[in-house]
């Protein structure tokens, strides 16, 4: 069964903490994203990435960072974590070639900066 | 900027109605109109798509209805059940493997 495995499913942090979220793909997918999911405000574009070494700001980027050095791994970085990051993170990956299939998220995981 | 908007943000349906989502966007360079269902503690995934060149796919219970010179896009769920109680996002993207961006969200709630 192909996934999307993010390491924590909750996590507390506390204010001006680095944090790290973990994502890891087992499809060989050439494209991940993170992204956070807020009620009333669905699903917002944090970073993507389309290959190794590559990675592009999305919508909502100010106070993150990322880090792709494998292919299958997709890190997440907030250099200082503030409450008003207290959301939920989804990451998602998809098939350059995509054949209809879509995006494969993960469960997401729950941050709460204290 | 709002690309995609949704509506309604929250729906209540008697089982066996017809549950109808819309959403309008912005950007003509979308090329691929994805909805994604999620269910409570769970990442959302793909429950069907359109491009632009069809007015309608259907894929059993749903349908999405597509209106290329309104810029709408719906979801209809047809026979509605409980198992169907999810929050539903719409979303667009320039192309499939390409960055969605998503509508806010519907609560679907289907009463027994």
């Known amino acids: 069964d192909v996934k999307v495995t993010q390491s924590s499913r909750y996590l507390v942090k506390r204010t001006g903490e680095k944090v790290f979220l973990e994502c890891v793909q087992d499809?060989?997918?050439?494209?991940m994203f993170w992204y956070r999911q807020d009620p009333g405000l669905g699903l917002r574009l944090i970073y993507f990435?389309?290959?190794?070494?590559?990675?592009e700001k999305g919508d909502i980027p100010e106070g993150y960072s990322v880090s792709r050095e494998k292919k299958e791994r997709f890190s997440l970085i907030l250099e200082s974590a503030s409450t008003n990051q207290t959301s939920m993170y989804l990451c998602?990956?998809?098939?350059?070639?995509?054949?209809?299939?879509?995006?494969?998220f993960g469960s997401g995981t729950r941050l709460t900066v204290v | 900027q709002q690309q995609v908007k949704q509506s309604p943000q929250s729906l209540i349906v008697q089982k066996g109605g017809i549950s109808i989502i819309n959403c309008a966007y912005e950007?003509?360079?979308?090329?691929?109109f994805p909805w994604y269902q999620q269910f409570p503690g769970k990442g959302p995934a793909l429950l069907i798509a359109i491009r632009p060149d069809v007015s309608e796919k259907k894929e059993g219970r749903f349908t999405i209805s597509f209106n290329k010179s309104a810029k709408q896009f719906s979801l209809h769920i047809m026979d509605s059940q409980p198992g169907d109680s999810a929050t539903y996002f719409c979303a667009a993207s320039k192309r499939p493997g390409g960055n969605l961006i998503f509508g806010k969200g519907t609560k679907l709630s289907v009463k027994p």
């Open positions: 990435s389309y290959d190794v070494k590559m990675k």
């Open positions: 499809m060989d997918h050439e494209n």
């Open positions: 998602a990956s998809i098939s350059r070639s995509e054949r209809g299939n879509g995006y494969t």
């Open positions: 950007n003509t360079a979308f090329d691929y």
